[in-house]
C-alpha cells in the first residue's frame, strides 16, 4: 500500500510571505496526486492534482504544486499568503492499478499570521 | 448536482445509544467512503464501498461499528452502542474513479457524552 508524508504539522507564515508545504509519498510507480484543503468546521475540498503530463499543476486561487518522481514528491507552494489561507491541507495520492483506493497524509496545519 | 450529503451535521448522544449517520453520494459515483476525524489520530478511513460492496473494512475499530450501502444512493454508518470515544467528524466521501479526486461531504460533527 501507499503511504503519504507530510513532515510539518504546522507551518505559521506572515501574510504575504511565501509558504511551501511539503509532500512525499512512498511509491516510485505511476500514481495520482492530490492536494486537498479543509477550512474550519467545513469537508475537505480538492485544491489541484497532478495525473500526467506537465509536472507544474496550479490551482485558481494561487497554489500550486510540483511532482518530482525521482524524489516522489508533491509539495504545495504559493509565493504570497492571504489570511483566508489559514486551513489545513492534506496531501494525498492513488495508485490506479490497485483501485480507486486514496491515502491521505496527516495533514499540515498553515496558519496565516496578519 | 447538490455534492455529497450527509445527515445530520450535528449529533449529541448518550453513553450506550445507537447513533446512525446516513450519506447521500453523487450519482453516478460508484465508490464510497466513510471517515473519521480527530485531533489525535487525523483523518481515519473506516471502510468504502464499490458498487455498493464492502471492498475494505479493515478501519472499522471494532463491532460496534458496521455500515451497510443497500443502494447506489444512500449508506449508513452505525455504531451501537456508543461511547464517548466516538466522539469525532465523521466524513463520507464518494469518487467515480481515480482520476476524478473524492467529493467530501460536510461531515457529521459526533458528540457522545
Known amino acids: 500500500a501507499q503511504s503519504v508524508t507530510q513532515l510539518d504539522s504546522q507551518v505559521p507564515v506572515f501574510e504575504e510571505a511565501p509558504v511551501e508545504l511539503r509532500c512525499n509519498y512512498s511509491s516510485s510507480v505511476s500514481v495520482y496526486l492530490f492536494w486537498y484543503v479543509q477550512y474550519p468546521n467545513q469537508g475537505l475540498q480538492l485544491l489541484l492534482k497532478?495525473?500526467?503530463?506537465?509536472?507544474l499543476v496550479k490551482s485558481i486561487n494561487g497554489f500550486e504544486a510540483e511532482f518530482n518522481k525521482s524524489q516522489t514528491s508533491f509539495h504545495l507552494r504559493k509565493p504570497s499568503v492571504h489570511i483566508s489561507d489559514t486551513a489545513e491541507y492534506f496531501c494525498?495520492?492513488?495508485?490506479?492499478?490497485?483501485?480507486?483506493?486514496?491515502?491521505f497524509g496527516t495533514g499540515t496545519s498553515l496558519t496565516v499570521i496578519p | 448536482d447538490a455534492g455529497v450529503i450527509q445527515s445530520p451535521r450535528h449529533e449529541v448522544t448518550e453513553m450506550g445509544q445507537e447513533v446512525t449517520l446516513r450519506c447521500k453520494p453523487i450519482s453516478g459515483h460508484n465508490s464510497l467512503f466513510w471517515y473519521r476525524q480527530t485531533m489525535m489520530r487525523g483523518l481515519e478511513l473506516l471502510i468504502y464501498f464499490n458498487n455498493n460492496v464492502p471492498i475494505d473494512d479493515s478501519g472499522m475499530p471494532e463491532d460496534r461499528f458496521s455500515a451497510k450501502m443497500p443502494n447506489a444512493s444512500f449508506s449508513t454508518l452505525k455504531i451501537q452502542p456508543s461511547e464517548p470515544r466516538d466522539s469525532a467528524v465523521y466524513f463520507c466521501?464518494?469518487?467515480?474513479?481515480?482520476?476524478?479526486?473524492?467529493?467530501f461531504g460536510s461531515g457529521t460533527r459526533l458528540t457522545v457524552v
Open positions: 466521501a464518494s469518487s467515480l474513479n481515480p482520476r476524478g479526486g473524492y467529493t
Open positions: 497532478y495525473l500526467s503530463g506537465s509536472t
Open positions: 494525498a495520492v492513488s495508485d490506479p492499478n490497485t483501485g480507486n483506493q486514496f491515502y
